[in-house]
């Protein structure tokens, strides 16, 4: 009778292996924000700024100070008080004459601006200052110059120097200056049929 010895294998489990502990993130320090220096106001040309001052306190909300820097005051007013404001400038502030004046064409805004530069040969302590004047003209979408919206009371009657500057502006941008002695063109021929030359939707033909 034959017999079978059964071997026992023992079988050792191995133990589990331990899973590292996982690491927390590091919180990373919360960066405090830098705090932004204080804006220190602006000082402004004593100066220039007294001419300014004179201007608000004779016409209040009628007119902004769109600038006061060194040599120069910038004021925006409307057509309605455009002589006034002008007038005050020659007779209470010693400017006497107008260097140049200037257009502007906003169509975004349906107007047409116009700037005087104005300054002063009689008074010493003015001679590096100007006084930029500027004004707002309707803008009509087709143009009869002479013969549309598009006006603005002349200055000529003010400062005599405007003359020819006026009669420019009215045949380049179409502005046309009531009360002005003579506005016929200075440049172009007096048949002109197209838009004023220098507002932004003329083309030059051709090109």
Do not use: C
């Not at 489990?13 to 927390?24: I, N």
């Not at 016929?184 to 507002?199: G, I, V, Y």
């Amino acid at each position: 009778m034959m017999s079978t010895n059964t071997e026992q294998v023992t079988i050792e489990e191995k133990p589990a292996e331990e899973k590292p502990a996982e690491e927390k993130p590091v919180a990373k320090p919360v960066a405090k924000p830098v705090a932004k220096p204080v804006a220190k106001p602006v000082e402004l040309p004593a100066f220039e700024k007294n001419i300014s001052d004179k201007i608000v306190e004779k016409f209040g909300d009628k007119i902004v100070v769109s600038f006061v820097k060194v040599n120069r005051v910038g004021i925006n007013v409307d057509k309605e008080n455009v002589h006034d404001v002008a007038k005050f400038i020659r007779d209470e502030l010693n400017y006497d004459h107008v260097e140049s004046v200037s257009g502007v064409d906003y169509p975004q805004d349906k107007e047409i601006e116009v700037v005087y530069h104005i300054g002063s040969y009689s008074d010493p302590s003015l001679a590096s200052q100007l006084i930029v004047l500027a004004t707002r003209a309707e803008r009509e979408e087709n143009p009869i110059p002479g013969k549309d919206a598009t006006r603005l009371p002349t200055l000529r009657d003010i400062f005599y120097s405007v003359e020819f500057h006026e009669r420019e502006v009215f045949e380049m941008f179409g502005v046309y200056f009531t009360g002005h002695p003579d506005n016929r063109r200075l440049l172009l021929p007096e048949d002109w049929a197209d838009l004023p030359p220098l507002r932004k939707d003329f083309a030059i033909k051709g090109r």
